[in-house]
């Protein structure tokens, strides 16, 4: 197991500093994502005022999510198209500063 690194992550326009073993990285930074997503969506939906109702309320999005398998397909295919385009970006980034 490695060191433990710190990665910042932007959840509803906040920075937050966190700490996970590098081989987690990339599920914190996708659990991040969703989490900000989530609580974009109830922000925008006018109904939940106020940062911590509208944690609260992800939180039990996501716990129910999780309880019943109801996580959307169509999101988890678009996280994954989001991961793939991340790595060919990265891989063009390596092959380009290889061939310099």
Not at 73 to 98: C, P, T
Request: charge should be negative; charged fraction near 25%.
């Amino acid at each position: 197991m490695s060191q433990p690194l710190t990665v910042t992550l932007h959840i509803l326009d906040k920075e937050y500093r966190v700490s996970c073993p590098a081989e987690e990285r990339s599920n914190l930074e996708q659990a991040a994502r969703h989490l900000d997503t989530t609580m974009r969506d109830i922000r925008n939906s006018g109904k939940v005022i106020g940062v911590e109702r509208i944690a609260v309320m992800a939180a039990l999005n996501i716990s129910h999510e999780m309880l019943t398998g109801s996580h959307d397909q169509s999101g988890a295919l678009n996280e994954q198209q989001a991961q793939i385009s991340d790595l060919v970006k990265r891989l063009d980034q390596a092959l380009e500063n290889h061939q310099s």
